[in-house]
T-cell receptor
Framework: SQQGEEDPQALSIQEGENATMNCSYK?????LQWYRQNSGRGLVHLIL?????REKHSGRLRVTLDTSKKSSSLLITASRAADTASYFC??????????FGPGTRLSVLP | DAMVIQNPRYQVTQFGKPVTLSCSQT?????MYWYQQKSSQAPKLLFH???????NEADTPDNFQSRRPNTSFCFLDIRSPGLGDAAMYLC???????????FGDGTRLSIL
């Protein structure tokens, strides 16, 4: 299985702190995506990073990809209570569909 | 705003009674997906359509079927729901395979 595995499973931080979540996968990928899911809602796409990219930024989000280690990280800087959600990585192998990892539950305390 | 809409948000059905969940999109995307998500778990892909081409995941039970009568609509049919089918069902679309997916807010299915 090429399923991504997020680490940690749960993370609790104070508002203003940075949050880092990691994702590991098993096989070569075409791209890796991060999604956010608020409780009881659908997933929202955050960022896509392709296999030939090492880092991408979007606002307070920074994603890195290390294909040699088959891992990615999502950094949320200056976190806010509104960032409280579950975060999933999804990996896609060539010609296949996405497989979502089990997710990291982030709680940002005011 | 272009979006993915799922109806209803909450669906209750009886054990063994067929149920249909619906999804519509205004994004004009080629690909539509159905996922099953159980509490505190990752979404699990059931099947997807690329235009009219249906792609079933190998481990999707035969109890689950889907229809896509046109670009905008896609339906999930559960022929004989069991207690284990209680879950959130998420519909998503993407412009092409591998592109970012746009999700609806899901239908939470309860089985009595």
């Amino acid at each position: 299985s090429q399923q991504g595995e997020e680490d940690p499973q749960a993370l609790s931080i104070q508002e203003g702190e940075n949050a880092t979540m990691n994702c590991s996968y098993k096989t070569s990928i075409n791209n890796l995506q991060w999604y956010r899911q608020n409780s009881g809602r659908g997933l929202v796409h955050l960022i896509l990073i392709r296999s030939n990219e090492r880092e991408k930024h979007s606002g307070r989000l920074r994603v890195t990809l290390d294909t040699s280690k088959k891992s990615s990280s999502l950094l949320i800087t200056a976190s806010r209570a509104a960032d409280t959600a579950s975060y999933f990585c999804a990996t896609r192998n060539y010609g296949q569909n996405f497989v979502f990892g089990p997710g990291t539950r982030l709680s940002v305390l005011p | 705003d272009a979006m993915v809409i799922q109806n209803p948000r909450y669906q209750v059905t009886q054990f063994g009674k067929p149920v249909t969940l619906s999804c519509s999109q205004t994004l004009n995307h080629n690909v539509m997906y159905w996922y099953q998500q159980k509490s505190s778990q990752a979404p699990k892909l059931l099947f997807h359509y690329y235009d009219k081409d249906f792609n079933n995941e190998a481990d999707t039970p035969d109890n689950f079927q889907s229809r896509r009568p046109n670009t905008s609509f896609c339906f999930l049919d559960i022929r004989s729901p069991g207690l284990g089918d209680a879950a959130m069902y998420l519909c998503a679309t993407s412009r092409d395979n591998g592109e970012p997916q746009h999700f609806g807010d899901g239908t939470r299915l309860s089985i009595l």
